[in-house]
């Protein structure tokens, strides 16, 4: 899902002629879902980002190991669904000390039935770390136009893996490509 209209910091034009570049673009959108990510293979933008639990996120002190950051927002229908999934995926990567695992909620803090995100990680007893990017500043440097997006930044820093939405089966290929990476590294 795009981000909540009322967040958007695009004017119109950019927005209408975004659009326009997009539907002649084959390959590039699926019924509005980005299918391809131009950042693969590129350095990963380094940030910081205020934690839930207190104190900061520093994405540089993670260098030197595989980062699996997940931009997602209560605002977001489709990060409601995958949060099963998501809570399988850091998971099966809480023992492992070369694999970082960040939910990074982008945009507002209250949505639905939820009156905070805190009350959402205690809710759905979400295991991983979450971090705030309420004004989309990290998610607009990495460029992500779907919500949600999984990336993985490799020990190099740089971005190798992305895809949206995990779904049943999507988050166990994410989940045995991230082995795969790590036991090759």
Aim: one cysteine or more; aromatic letters at 16%.
């Amino acid at each position: 899902m795009t981000r909540p209209p009322h967040q958007s910091r695009r004017g119109v034009l950019v927005g209408a002629a975004s659009l326009a570049a997009l539907a002649f673009a084959p390959g590039r959108v699926l019924a509005g879902k980005p299918t391809s990510y131009w950042m693969l293979n590129r350095e990963a933008p380094r940030f910081e980002a205020p934690l839930l639990d207190g104190g900061v996120y520093d994405s540089a002190q993670h260098s030197g190991k595989f980062q699996i950051i997940y931009f997602w927002g209560l605002w977001c229908p489709d990060c409601i669904y995958d949060a099963d999934y998501t809570n399988k995926l850091s998971e099966a990567f809480a023992d492992e000390p070369e694999v970082s695992f960040l939910g990074l909620h982008c945009g507002p803090e209250r949505s639905g039935r939820w009156r905070s995100v805190e009350d959402y990680v205690e809710d759905q007893g979400i295991p991983y770390r979450v971090a705030f990017d309420p004004e989309f500043a990290i998610s607009d440097a990495y460029a992500i136009e779907w919500f949600p997006s999984y990336i993985l930044v490799d020990r190099a820093g740089r971005i190798v893996f992305w895809r949206t939405d995990l779904g049943r089966e999507g988050w166990v290929r994410f989940r045995d490509y991230v082995r795969q990476q790590v036991s090759a590294a």
